[in-house]
């Protein structure tokens, strides 16, 4: 069921923005490269649907098991540590991040908006990008003290990132200063990465988008796991 | 008991804080192996800190504590592997069938699958919940899920069962039923550590018990020598008491509590007591029966609520 989601929503999307969109818009000039709207919107549905998997899970989900259902107090009477379940929670935001991506991607290949083989490193970097969104989610987990208080991050954070990330519109098209603060976003390094896997024109340039999200990684997940500790060793 | 007393738990000057608030002051005791040892104390006693101690939940704040003669501050993983916890809180997963239930909590101990999935089979006959392995935790009554969690904490063939209020809340007949689980396992050797506020309970499985308040040890000993020791032989309630009866009871020096419209007498020889009282009973109801565990602790613990 919780996979449904990622096989349908590119099609409404697809359709409104692609086919609705499409016809005030044309194509997308960007970086001296000429697309169609439809496949410049195709690999940020990607990202995005990368980005609420991991970062959903890990919030609420997460939020739910260890608040609402013991999960975490039972796990922790057996022989595994704190450390290795909230870090197997993450991996598990990450995988669905994965599962969604494979989903998502058959339905955008079958209308011709992925380039191969280039588009098969979506693949692996929806793990990357699983990783990044569950560890920012897990710290949020570690820190609300009820569970209606993720609508604050999701509205100052992932919701803007939605908007202004690069996905919709190149971020040329935002004044520089307002450029400046979208390219601190995760999200946005993540839509690069993935719009250029899909319309097949890699450069060496990516490299600091993938340095971005490996070091917003490796800082948020041992972060995730220091706060859940502070929160529930006691 | 003829066997080589072999300590499970070696518990010395436990102590417990969370920043200003001192759940457990100092708390020390042996659990034998083959024992069931009852930790017993109003709510906010410092039971549920101790018992979390026990398995390495909560760091201690001081004192020293050994599990199967190991350290639990240094080894917690290699004793975790070896008892079984059964929480207060009901910790099942609703996502699972009973059945997985037990199956996935196997993994965590790296039990595989195949003998997972066998021994999910002979603890949910175990428990009697054999044809419910297929329905959803959601579906089950409470004392169902007691026994769910109960069968869970035995999925690694723990040697020392840590249960912590396995019977709140449960009507009669579960009850019942748990007790008579517990008693087969007792009679397997393993070794039970139980927190109850239930005294019967305490009374019917423990072998030796402590009862504890404000984070300290108050007695400890087998209910029967706790009941001696702490009461006498029998109990004698006198209802709506007239003034010359506490007067008298005074004055003879007699070991009582008086509540007011009710008064009790505790007392090794009942007849010495009537023989005392006689006509000063008064026309108030009179009860005599035997002193309880429930005696022992009212009178350690005091009678005040507790919030």
């Known amino acids: 069921m919780s996979f449904l989601p990622p096989l349908l929503e590119p099609i409404l999307y697809l359709a409104a923005f692609g086919a609705g969109l499409s016809v005030l818009i044309g194509t997308v000039e960007f970086r001296g490269k000429t697309v169609s709207y439809a496949s410049f919107i195709a690999p940020a549905l990607l990202a995005i649907n990368m980005m609420y998997n991991s970062f959903f899970e890990n919030t609420y989900g997460s939020f739910v098991r260890m608040y609402y259902q013991k999960t975490f107090d039972a796990m922790l009477a057996t022989p595994l540590s704190l450390e290795e379940v909230i870090a197997g929670e993450m991996a598990w935001g990450a995988t669905k991040s994965l599962i969604a991506t494979v989903l998502m991607q058959a339905v955008v290949s079958l209308f011709g908006l992925i380039q191969y083989p280039e588009g098969l490193l979506i693949l692996p970097l929806s793990l990357l990008g699983g990783i990044a969104f569950a560890s920012l989610g897990m710290v949020f987990t570690a820190e609300m003290s009820h569970i209606e208080m993720f609508n604050l991050p999701i509205f100052l954070l992932i919701s803007p990132m939605f908007l202004f990330g690069g996905t919709f519109f190149p971020l040329e098209a935002l004044p520089p200063w307002a450029a400046k603060i979208a390219w601190a976003f995760p999200l946005t390094h993540l839509v690069e990465l993935t719009r250029w896997c899909a319309l097949g024109s890699l450069d060496a340039g990516l490299i600091w988008n993938f340095l971005y999200l490996v070091a917003f990684s490796c800082l948020f997940f041992p972060l995730a796991i220091w706060r859940m500790k502070r929160r529930l060793i006691k | ?307």
Request: aromatic residues 6%.
């Open chain 2, 1 to 307: 008991m003829g066997r080589k007393e072999e300590a499970v738990v070696e518990a010395f000057h436990l102590r417990k804080t969370f920043g200003d608030l001192v759940a457990v002051e100092d708390v020390s005791f042996c659990v034998m192996k083959g024992e069931c040892f009852g930790l017993l104390g109003p709510n906010g006693a410092g039971k549920t800190s101790t018992i979390r101690m026990l398995y390495g939940f909560s760091p201690l704040s001081g004192g020293t504590l050994k599990v199967f003669g190991m350290d639990i501050e240094k080894d917690w993983r290699s004793i975790r592997a070896r008892i079984g916890v059964c929480q207060q809180e009901n910790s099942l997963d609703p996502d699972l069938s009973v059945e997985e239930n037990l199956q996935v909590f196997a993994r965590y101990f790296d039990i595989p699958l195949s003998e997972a999935k066998k021994r999910a089979r002979e603890l949910l006959r175990f428990v009697g919940l054999d044809g419910k392995r297929e329905a959803k935790v959601s579906q089950l009554s409470g004392g169902m899920m007691r026994r769910l969690v109960l069968a869970r904490s035995l999925v690694n063939s723990p040697e020392l069962l840590i249960l912590d209020e396995p019977t709140t809340g449960l009507d009669p007949q579960s009850r019942h039923q748990v007790w008579e689980r517990l008693e087969a396992l007792k009679l397997q050797g393993i070794s039970i550590i139980l927190t109850t506020h239930y005294m019967e309970e305490a009374s019917r499985l423990c072998d030796r018990l402590l009862i504890m308040d404000h984070g300290r040890v108050l007695a400890e000993g087998t209910p029967s020598d706790l009941i001696r020791e702490h009461v006498g032989k029998e109990v004698l309630e006198v209802g709506n008491p007239p003034d010359g009866l506490k007067v008298l009871i005074r004055e003879k020096g007699l070991e009582h509590e008086d509540l007011g419209h009710r008064l009790i007498v505790y007392t090794d020889s009942a007849q010495k007591v009537f023989e005392t009282l006689g006509k000063h009973l008064g026309e108030g109801s009179c009860l005599l029966r035997m002193a309880t565990l429930e005696d022992v602790f009212l009178k350690l613990t005091g009678r005040e609520l507790r919030e």
